[in-house]
Antibody
Framework: EVQLVESGGGLVKPGRSLRLSCTAS????????MSWFRQAPGKGLEWVSF??????????EYAASVQGRFTISRDDAKSIAYLEMNTLKTEDTGIYYC??????????????WGRGTLVTVSS | ETVVTQSPGTLSVSPGETATLFCRAS??????IAWYQQKPGQAPRLLIY???TRVTGIPARFSGSGSGTEFTLTISSLQSEDFAVYYC?????????FGGGTNVEIK
C-alpha cells in the first residue's frame, strides 16, 4: 500500500525558515517524480513544486509564488522528499501536501496524496 | 501560465439528479486534465485523469470528457457522499494550475 506522510509543519514567524518532509513507502521512490501542493485556509489548491528522479538529474520546477524562496529535494535512500521554505510570508500559510507522479520526469497524477501538514506563518 | 476556469462556482443539486461541471483551459492542454474531489478536512481525492480515465475504485457515476480547452465532469445520480468541492487541474504545462473549484451542494 502506498503511503505518503508529511511532517515538519508548525507556527513560524514571517521571514523565518521551515523544512517539510514527505516520507514515502509502498512503492519504488526513486522511480517517481514528486510534487508538493498547498491549500490556504478556505481557499483552493495550488501546486508548489516538482522534482524529477535521479535519472532526470533531479531537476526541479517551482510555482512563481515560491521561486527563489523554496527548494525541493529528495533522498532516495531514505524515500523522503523535502521542501525547504525560506523567507516565509504570511501568504505561505496553509496545508502542504505531497504527492507522487506516475512519471519520473513530469506530473502524471496518481491517487497517492498525503494527509498534509499545516504551516502557519504569523508574527 | 495556463489559466483554468471552472463553472459554475456553486451547483445546487438534489440527490439522485445529475451534476455537470465545466472546466476551461486558456490554451490547449490536450487531455492532460485531472478532476479531484475534496471534502472538508480531507486531502483531495483523484477521480479522473487524462481527461476521462477513472481511477480504480471510483464509481462509474463519475465520468470525464473533453480535450483541448473544454472539459466536463458529470456525476450521475448524485449520492449523499458526492456533495463536496471539485477541482479541475491541468498538468500539461509548467506551471501546473488548478481551477477555483465547484462546490456541489444539496438543493
Amino acid at each position: 500500500e502506498v503511503q505518503l506522510v508529511e511532517s515538519g509543519g508548525g507556527l513560524v514567524k514571517p521571514g523565518r525558515s521551515l523544512r517539510l518532509s514527505c516520507t514515502a513507502s509502498g512503492f519504488t521512490f526513486g522511480d517517481s517524480g514528486m510534487s508538493w501542493f498547498r491549500q490556504a485556509p478556505g481557499k483552493g489548491l495550488e501546486w508548489v513544486s516538482f522534482i524529477r528522479t535521479k535519472t532526470y538529474g533531479e531537476t526541479t520546477e517551482y510555482a512563481a509564488s515560491v521561486q527563489g524562496r523554496f527548494t525541493i529535494s529528495r533522498d532516495d535512500a531514505k524515500s523522503i522528499a523535502y521542501l525547504e521554505m525560506n523567507t516565509l510570508k504570511t501568504e505561505d500559510t496553509g496545508i502542504y501536501y505531497c504527492s507522487r507522479s506516475g512519471r519520473p520526469d513530469a506530473c502524471d497524477p496518481l491517487p497517492d496524496w498525503g494527509r498534509g501538514t499545516l504551516v502557519t506563518v504569523s508574527s | 501560465e495556463t489559466v483554468v476556469t471552472q463553472s459554475p462556482g456553486t451547483l445546487s443539486v438534489s440527490p439522485g439528479e445529475t451534476a455537470t461541471l465545466f472546466c476551461r483551459a486558456s490554451r490547449n492542454v490536450y487531455s492532460n486534465i485531472a478532476w479531484y474531489q475534496q471534502k472538508p478536512g480531507q486531502a483531495p481525492r483523484l477521480l479522473i485523469y487524462r481527461g476521462s480515465t477513472r481511477v480504480t475504485g471510483i464509481p462509474a457515476r463519475f465520468s470525464g470528457s473533453g480535450s483541448g480547452t473544454e472539459f466536463t465532469l458529470t456525476i450521475s445520480s448524485l449520492q449523499s457522499e458526492d456533495f463536496a468541492v471539485y477541482y479541475c487541474h491541468q498538468y500539461n504545462d509548467w506551471l501546473l494550475t488548478f481551477g477555483g473549484g465547484t462546490n456541489v451542494e444539496i438543493k
